[in-house]
């Protein structure tokens, strides 16, 4: 069945960086379009990043712009979120999404990672 | 950026019952090609997002029949025939027609 795991959250330092990655399986990684997100503490869901499924185009929230950097290793069917200059407002839940035949059809997300910015 | 407004935000339903969802969109999110790029998700206390509908009107795999996605250009419905205890959680619709996609503010569903 199809399995997105993240992994990598944790407890750091304002200014300071980290690096998420969604190991995924059950299905074609290779020729899936994948999408970060995440949702503050007891707020909604916000979108982070989208990597297209050949590595051709990314794009970012500009909320992120400049800091992070979404990447993916289709031979370890991993997809990573580099994020650097971190923030107190970056503080979330991390979730990987694959996108399926449809814009916006986010068919299967990871359990999620959580993220805090403290010092 | 297209801002998603929901409502209501709140709404409690007795078992059974219906319930519907509106979301309305800043810009029309119909494409030149006829489909409207709206999805709503649920999300399940204490769980990851769920994908319901997508383009609309389109359930995904596995949702049941009792939910259903309708509307077009900036106004849109989520509807649930009759409410069950398991379809308790935060509902979020959500624009795929330009970059950034955005997300209503959610709407809680909490049984009476």
């Known amino acids: 069945q199809v399995q997105l795991v993240e992994s990598g959250g944790g407890v750091v330092q304002p200014g300071r960086s980290l690096r998420l990655s969604c190991v995924a399986s059950?299905?074609?990684?290779?020729?899936?379009?994948m999408h970060w997100l995440r949702q503050a503490p007891g707020k909604g869901l916000e979108w982070v990043a989208i990597?297209?499924?050949?590595?051709?185009?990314?794009l970012y929230a500009d909320s992120v712009k400049g800091r992070f950097a979404i990447s993916r290793d289709n031979s370890k069917n991993t997809l990573y979120l580099q994020m650097n200059s971190l923030r107190a407002e970056d503080t979330a839940v991390y979730y990987c999404?694959?996108?399926?035949?449809?814009?916006?059809?986010?068919?299967?997300w990871g359990q999620g990672t959580l993220v805090t910015v403290s010092s | 950026d297209i801002v998603m407004t929901q409502s209501p935000l709140s709404l409690p339903v007795t078992p059974g019952e219906p319930a519907s969802i509106s979301c309305r969109s800043s810009?029309?999110?119909?494409?030149?090609?006829?489909?409207?790029?709206l999805a709503w998700f649920l999300q399940k206390p204490g769980q990851s997002p769920q994908l319901l509908i997508y383009?609309?009107?389109n359930r995904a795999s596995g949702v049941p029949e009792r939910f259903s996605g309708s509307g077009s250009g900036t106004d849109f419905t989520l509807k649930i025939s009759t409410v069950e205890a398991e379809d308790v959680g935060v509902y979020y619709c959500?624009?795929?027609?330009?970059?950034?996609?955005?997300f209503g503010q959610g709407t809680k569903l909490e049984i009476k």
């Open positions: 999404a694959r996108e399926g035949l449809n814009y916006g059809d986010y068919d299967y």
């Open positions: 059950g299905f074609t990684f290779s020729r899936s379009t």
């Open positions: 990597l297209w499924y050949d590595g051709s185009n990314r």
């Open positions: 810009q029309s999110l119909l494409h030149r090609n006829g489909y409207n790029y």
């Open positions: 383009l609309a009107s």
């Open positions: 959500m624009q795929a027609l330009q970059t950034p996609p955005t």
